[in-house]
RNA sequence: GCCCCCUUGGCGGAACUGGUAGACGCAUGGGACUUAAAAUCCCAAGUCCGAAAGGACGUCCCGGUUCGAGUCCGGGAGGGGGCACCA
């Protein structure tokens, strides 16, 4: 018999064509079904799709095609994160409009996509840097601006000195720029924020109602907003006349139990009070020069002595009158958090204990640990360390016994009753800074009008567009630069004014993208039917590295925009799936350099280079990136072996929320099976009966055993699917298939059997569909089919077909398994007892003694106690 | 420093609420087909002892709970991640 080999090529571009041409993957809103919204993170038009990519679209697709198969109406959209610096820095390199940089490497990656059979409804594309995308970006900031969640103030923000503009905090790691690694300056500027803190408590309270998201990313976000519960109240101050002194120090803290500890109080040194004294105090004045100065990267800070400088004043204990404290200015009080200023009790809190330790200040023991044998004679200063739990209350007046959250409270109201302060919530999350001082962005639709202040670009003047002709060759912002861009009248008085130059953060452009999907081209930024009917996103696919930024922006937005009327949603993505990052091993030559895969050949299990055969040194399984090579080019991959299988590849073995190494007999392995199924059919093929025969009357047992086989797969990894374990899926595939391999060379004469073996074909063409679609197809066509398979309702299964006649049964003996036996499901314990005591192996262990005890767990295991 | 997660053969990994540890794949060894190779098919395989039957040990380490622990509890080691002068 001639055996073709399954040309892949060929065969996945005419499935391709076919789908499009029958636009398959339209998504419509329909009535009566169920809708599901799958949606993978859209890609930054970088130039390439990298495997990366691959493998997260691979996976929103089999979760899409399954939902289709299953009936549900499913929007399944793609577009381009077009927006960012890259772009930028590729214009200052060859001279080349970011635009045009943008749309050609959107149009290479969109090419790239293609093959891979994704289920995208093109239709709905979008991308962030196209005027019709970003009007209603600029319409929802004029919404937001009138709403009171855009706003303007001048505050100290993170300014990265190599993109030349601001960061948002949550894109500073490790006090650098997340983007261009440089150390993050302090700087002092006017920009524009959104009111995300508005939301702090609702973002932190509605993590939990989000199920099918993964619990380290609500952590995550747990963290990030930082809620914490204290106290805020005021000292009264004495020594200065200064007017900001006599308003007394306010100050936040979580451990007001603590207050009969203080033996300081410290600012921050651009706190209003520092600023105030320094007027009056030169060295005061350049302690907070010094400071101001000083660097904010981690390694510094780590390593930084806590400074202080005694401004003389001092601040009095409300509870004691003749409790009197010094208040220095301290180079790690921070002004962004609290109120600037905190009272010190240094037996209780590490910093504040170096601090006393530094200048001479005492150090009282107010807390003792819950479990001190002795709490009255616990020292924190005799033992050389703070403690900073919570425990027992001591030498502490009327709080004196108590625990510290029973003194916490006691505390606080008494404050709250002699009216010196108040209980008081305070977030660790900052309002978003959305201002950069970039051209590739969306700019920000506001005019500045000496007259008039801010004054809203009118909506009907929608988009301010961004300009064509802009030079980058000189540093700063480009619209800044430009001629005549900014130049315009006050669109309120009409006098010269001028147009704000800053454009927004781009991930204020990701925090809405996926709600535009419901309607690309709706005149306002949503089309609330389609949002209605599509929102929630039901699965939403992507890198964990967004755990805070994008996915909380997300969040926030959809909060935003629900209040300004363009959606009736507060959670955007109802389940949320992090993939790991595909790896690779890495290659260095004798020299030194790195080697890309395919410059490496294995030669008798050792590494050599390719051609030359010199030695390589094999280094550690790494995330792909440029800089080490170890990058492996999803286009050649499906040049040589076709989409499916390097889809098939990606979602076997490894679970999918786990790294991947990328293996070449992995794709090997899975380029197998994709023949294997291929080979199998074409086998099977002419002994089978013609399709949607009835099933015959008779089955022989090895045909009702494929039967059951089918049904019990089609259940496994129905449930697989659903539950991300594709990996485990997969396993039951290649299950089957052996199966039925088996079965067909044993011979279909039997009765039943071409039945029984038509069925399992025709149910593992349905289940593998999802993984390799184009393979599905053209074996559906093969087995007789005039259907799509894509249009294909999901295999069912025979429950009844799930259940096995005779199970096997472990027998142990005090808990080592010494025998089984073959028993009906559904015997009873007597008789199970009865025939495990009778097997050999139970009989010889147990050594001629009687059962003390027979537990019998029904279906699972018999255990014999002597 | 604080918080969270992970650790199973040569490798990736399976094991539902405590119930046969190692499914499935990769690599390996043996065999079949072939002049040969490739491709394909079949078989073997946790480790140790044993010709075999069988036995002992075995899920990072130590201890506990239980008839029974990869799974639960306590302590420890190693790895990964998040946050971090956050008062």
């Not at 209603?136 to 103030?153: C, P, T």
């Not at 926030?556 to 790991?580: N, Y």
């Not at 099933?695 to 039967?707: G, H, V």
């Not at 049964?809 to 015997?827: F, M, S, T, Y």
Request: charged share 25%; glycine share 8%.
């Amino acid at each position: 018999m001639s055996q073709d080999r399954y040309n892949a090529k060929a065969t996945e571009q005419k499935w391709q064509k076919i789908w499009n041409n029958a636009a398959v993957f339209r998504a419509r809103m329909e009535e009566g079904k169920p809708k599901a919204y799958v949606l993978e993170m859209f890609p930054y038009p970088s130039g390439r799709i990298h495997v990366g990519h691959t493998r997260n679209y691979a996976m929103g697709d089999v979760v899409a095609r399954y939902k289709r198969a299953q009936g549900y109406a499913v929007l399944h959209p793609m577009g381009w994160d077009a927006f960012g610096l890259p772009a930028e820095n590729a214009a200052r390199e060859r001279g080349e409009h970011p635009g045009t940089w943008t749309r050609q490497n959107i149009e290479a990656m969109k090419a790239q996509l293609g093959v891979m059979g994704l289920s995208l409804d093109w239709s709905r594309e979008i991308a962030t840097c196209d005027p019709d995308y970003y009007q209603h970006q600029q319409a929802l900031f004029l919404d937001f601006l009138e709403a009171g969640l855009a706003y303007r103030k001048e505050a100290t923000v993170n300014w990265d000195p190599v993109e030349n503009s601001v960061l948002a905090n949550e894109q500073v790691v490790d006090g650098k720029g997340w983007r261009s690694g440089a150390p993050v300056e302090k700087r002092k500027l006017t920009q524009w924020f959104f009111r995300i803190t508005a939301y702090a408590d609702d973002l932190l309270e509605s993590l939990e109602g989000l199920a099918r998201w993964p619990d380290n990313v609500r952590l995550m976000q747990e963290n990030w907003i930082g809620k914490s519960y204290g106290a805020q109240w005021t000292f009264a101050l004495e020594g200065s006349g200064n007017p900001e002194a006599q308003k007394g120090l306010e100050v936040y803290s979580t451990r007001p139990d603590t207050i009969f500890g203080m033996s300081f109080c410290a600012i921050a040194a651009d706190h209003p009070l520092a600023q105030a004294l320094a007027q009056e105090n030169p060295q005061l004045a350049d302690y907070c020069r010094e400071v101001a100065q000083s660097s904010t990267m981690q390694a510094d800070l780590d390593t930084a002595e806590k400074t202080g400088f005694d401004t003389g004043l001092k601040a009095v204990n409300p509870f004691d009158p003749a409790h009197k404290v010094p208040v220095f200015v301290a180079n790690y009080v921070l002004m962004e958090y609290g109120t600037g200023a905190i009272f010190g009790s240094p037996a209780g809190d590490e910093r504040d204990f170096e601090f006393a330790r530094k200048y001479g200040l005492p150090i009282k023991t107010v807390v003792a640990p819950e479990d001190s044998a002795n709490p009255e004679s616990f020292d924190a200063d005799a033992k050389g360390e703070p403690f900073a739990g919570k425990g027992v209350v001591i030498n502490s007046e009327f709080l004196n016994s108590l625990t510290s959250d029973e003194a916490l409270e006691k505390v606080i109201d008494e404050f709250e009753t002699r009216g010196l302060g108040t209980r008081k919530v305070v977030y660790r999350l900052r309002d978003w800074l959305i201002s950069r001082q970039r051209y590739w962005g969306c700019p920000i639709p506001v005019i500045h009008c000496e007259a008039c202040g801010v004054v809203p670009v009118p909506k009907d003047q929608l988009p301010v567009a961004l300009p064509e002709d802009v030079t980058f060759d000189k540093p700063g912002n480009p619209l800044d630069h430009h001629a005549s861009w900014k130049y315009v009248d006050c669109p309120k008085c009409g006098k010269a004014a001028r147009r704000e130059t800053d454009t927004m953060d781009t991930f204020v452009d990701s925090a809405w993208y996926f709600t535009r999907y419901c309607d690309n081209t709706a005149e306002t930024p949503t089309n609330r039917e389609a949002t209605d009917y599509w929102l929630p996103v039901d699965q939403y696919i992507g890198g964990i590295e967004h755990a805070v930024l994008h996915l909380l922006y997300a969040r926030f937005f959809a909060r935003a925009m629900s209040k300004t009327g363009h959606l009736d949603v507060k959670e955007p993505f109802q389940g949320l799936f992090t993939q790991g990052m595909v790896c690779h091993e890495t290659y260095k030559s004798a020299d030194g350099r790195w080697l890309y895969p395919d410059e490496v050949e294995y030669k008798d299990g050792k590494a050599v280079e390719r051609g030359g055969g010199a030695p390589v040194t094999v280094g550690a399984v790494e995330k792909m990136s440029k800089s080490k090579r170890n990058t492996i080019d999803p286009e050649e991959i499906v040049e040589q072996y076709g989409a499916d299988t390097a889809r098939w590849f990606m979602m076997s073995d490894t679970p999918p929320e786990r790294d991947i190494e990328w293996t070449q007999s992995g794709i090997e392995g899975a380029w197998r099976y994709v023949q294997r199924l291929w080979r199998l059919v074409d086998e099977a093929l002419p002994h089978l009966p013609a399709t949607g025969a009835a099933p015959p009357d008779d089955f022989s047992d090895e045909a009702l055993s494929l039967r059951k086989a089918t049904h019990k797969t089609v259940k496994a990894v129905t449930t697989g699917i659903e539950h991300f374990h594709f990996n485990t899926a997969i396993a039951r595939c290649y299950e089957l298939a052996s199966e039925i391999g088996a079965r067909a060379h044993a011979g279909l004469d039997a009765p039943g059997a071409g039945f029984a073996v038509r069925e399992a074909l025709e149910a593992l063409t349905g289940l593998i569909n999802p993984f390799m679609p184009h393979l599905a197809e053209e074996i559906w066509q093969k087995l007789g089919h005039e259907t799509l398979m894509v249009e294909t309702p999901w295999p069912t299964f025979d429950e009844a077909l799930t259940v096995d006649d005779a199970i096997t049964l472990p027998i142990q003996v005090n808990g080592k398994k010494r025998g089984e036996i073959e028993i009906a499901p559904d015997a009873d314990n007597a008789t199970i007892e009865a025939l495990a005591l009778e097997d050999e192996g139970v009989k010889r262990a147990m050594g001629g003694k009687a059962p003390k005890k027979v537990i019998v767990v029904p279906k699972r295991i018999v255990n014999i106690v002597i």
